[in-house]
């Protein structure tokens, strides 16, 4: 399977008559694109813009996006949700790189999820680095959380796929070219260099907890190979955004820096092998039967090490150790990538759980960090909300418009696959 | 009826939408956290997590965890794992003033907390 990535440089995203890129400006019709999103469910849905440096404080923040579209192989962008379920991930793929669809709505009364365009709280994002279209969505009175989840999902979806649309005929900046062969052939390439896998956690818990693979909720699979191309065409889509700091926005997922990473060194300093992806379900017997398939492909493919990524906090601290106990067990060495709750001085327990083997951690962050956000000249989305969400806390919300946090209320702070540049290191 | 299986809650929603499991009603995080240990002791096992996905413990005021009858004896793994949230939620509580959430706030907590039992339930279900 291989796919050629063409990335297209965005330097700068305006609204204009025609949705289309000249010179690296993405122009987009508004009000085409607002036609496009209605639905009976949406109430209100409005588009703005929000460039890096601009004084803007988006809350809460529900998924991030990057517009990518399929301009040659099987399949489309997303499948399971704008595409169909055939298989992606070879070909040629466009994405419009500098950019991002960055969707927000009231779900839940206590949602979070900050992205500060400037002051000190950009520090703590990669989105606000990005220029982003953002997309505020009010739904019907009474439409269920359920629903109003996946109006939003939708949303974003789509509007990633409309303006990647306008990157199909456009030559790309760079072409970067990803090769996953099969599993013998890959064992066969470098027969000298230990055999390294990718153990892609992905929560799956229920409302605002939730992780699709080819638009499957990931609670109903077992653990199953896929190829990191397919992630890069949308295979795998993020419902997911409580608590915002350690969750993988679709973003993250179509720009995985952990694949990114074992691509760059395979063939030189390992031989990467594959990618399992698995779940973080509520039930012990699940968390048990999971982590036993996962580590039973992992020995199937002959793994010799694995980089194990979590999502979230909590209860798949309890998935993140299995995963490692039951690899470690089979002689397959772990790296674990986490991030911590360590509490506001750093000084308790970080995880929920804990294991000797566990001897090899990258941290991606202590969530607990309290920071004060400066105010900002524009709120899009719902300031008000700060005292309720998570890291927040009563009285977070001062009279000047700037807020006491911890980093857990801002979107990607302490991201698990270890996309920020916030890390923690021992001597 | 899931005669195996008890869910020990704060969260008033789940009273009214979940039948044919045996519901025990508690004042607060508190109160389950001990309640399910002592069940521990006397020979139920975990069958979800004491902790949940994302939302913090203490922040959500409202938890529900499902235990099951099991075949008897002490499960060290309940009681490992038991532990391991208490004393995480203990953490939570230095840093966690108690709020007092409007009223459309709490209903949104039970939520998030009945669709992870939920989610709970369904796989039970599915297995008996």
Redesign the interface.
């Known amino acids: 399977m291989k796919l050629e990535l063409g990335k297209i440089k965005i330097k700068d995203i305006i609204f204009a008559n025609n949705t289309e890129i000249k010179d690296g400006v993405l122009a987009i019709n508004r009000q085409e694109l607002i036609s496009l999103l209605a639905e009976p469910r949406i109430k209100e849905l409005t588009i703005e813009l929000a460039k890096p440096g601009d004084r803007i404080r988006i809350i809460p923040v529900k998924d991030v996006i990057e517009p990518r579209v399929k301009v040659e192989g099987p399949g489309g962008i997303f499948p399971g949700f704008i595409a169909g379920e055939e298989i992606v991930g070879s070909g040629k793929t466009h994405a419009l790189k500098g950019m991002a669809v960055v969707t927000t709505g009231n779900i839940?009364?206590?949602q979070e999820g900050i992205i500060d365009m400037a002051g000190v709280g950009a520090d703590y994002t990669p989105f606000s680095k990005l220029l982003n279209v953002v997309i505020s969505c009010e739904v019907s009175a009474g439409l269920p959380?359920?629903e109003h989840e996946a109006v939003l999902r939708m949303v974003g979806l789509k509007a990633a796929a409309y303006l990647g649309e306008a990157g199909r005929e456009i030559k790309p900046d760079q072409v970067v070219c990803y090769q996953h062969k099969p599993f013998y052939e890959a064992i066969n390439d470098y027969p000298d260099l230990p055999r390294v896998g990718y153990i892609y956690m992905l929560?799956s818990?229920?409302?605002?907890?939730d992780t699709y693979v080819y638009g499957v909720d990931a609670?109903e699979i077992l653990p199953t190979l896929i190829s990191p191309t397919e992630v890069m065409d949308g295979a795998i889509i993020s419902g997911n955004c409580?608590?915002a700091c350690?969750?993988n926005a679709t973003y993250f997922h179509q720009n995985n820096p952990v694949i990114e990473d074992l691509y760059r060194y395979h063939g030189r300093e390992y031989n990467f092998i594959g990618t399992i992806v698995t779940n973080?379900?509520?039930?012990?017997?699940?968390?048990e039967r999971s982590s036993s398939f996962t580590a039973r492909l992992a020995e199937q493919l002959k793994l010799e090490a694995a980089i194990v990524s979590e999502e979230?906090?909590?209860?798949?601290?309890?998935d993140l150790i299995m995963n490692c106990n039951k690899l470690e067990e089979k002689g397959i060495k772990t790296v674990l990538i986490t991030d911590e709750?360590a509490?506001?001085d750093g000084a308790?327990?970080s995880l929920?759980?804990?294991s000797k083997k566990a001897n090899a951690v990258v941290t991606a962050g202590n969530a607990?960090q309290l920071i004060t956000l400066p105010p900002m000249e524009q709120t899009i989305g719902e300031q008000s909300l700060a005292?309720?969400i998570?890291g927040g806390?009563?009285g977070s919300l001062k009279e000047d418009g700037s807020i006491e946090v911890?980093i857990?209320a801002i979107t990607g702070s302490t991201n698990e696959l270890g996309f920020t540049k916030m890390t923690a290191r021992s001597y | 009826m899931l005669t195996f299986y008890r869910i020990i809650t704060n969260n008033p929603l789940v009273l009214e939408e979940v039948k044919g499991v045996k519901i025990e009603l508690c004042s607060d995080l508190t109160e389950i956290m001990t309640r399910v240990r002592d069940y521990i002791h006397q020979g139920y096992r975990l069958t979800s997590h004491p902790l949940a996905g994302s939302v913090k413990p203490v922040q959500n005021p409202y938890r529900s965890i499902v235990i099951n009858s099991g075949p008897g004896g002490l499960d060290l793994f309940s009681l490992q794992v038991l532990e391991s949230a208490r004393s995480k939620v203990e953490q939570f509580k230095e840093s966690y003033q108690k709020q007092d959430y409007h009223a459309a706030v709490l209903a949104d907590y039970q939520t998030i907390d009945l669709s992870l039992l939920k989610s709970c339930l369904k796989r039970i279900t599915i297995k008996n």
């Open positions: 839940v009364g206590f959380q359920h929560q818990q229920g409302l605002l907890h609670k409580v608590s350690d969750k973080e379900n509520v039930t012990l017997a699940d968390k979230g906090f909590g209860n798949p601290d309890a709750y509490g506001r308790s327990q929920a759980d804990a607990n005292d309720v998570a806390f009563a911890e857990q």
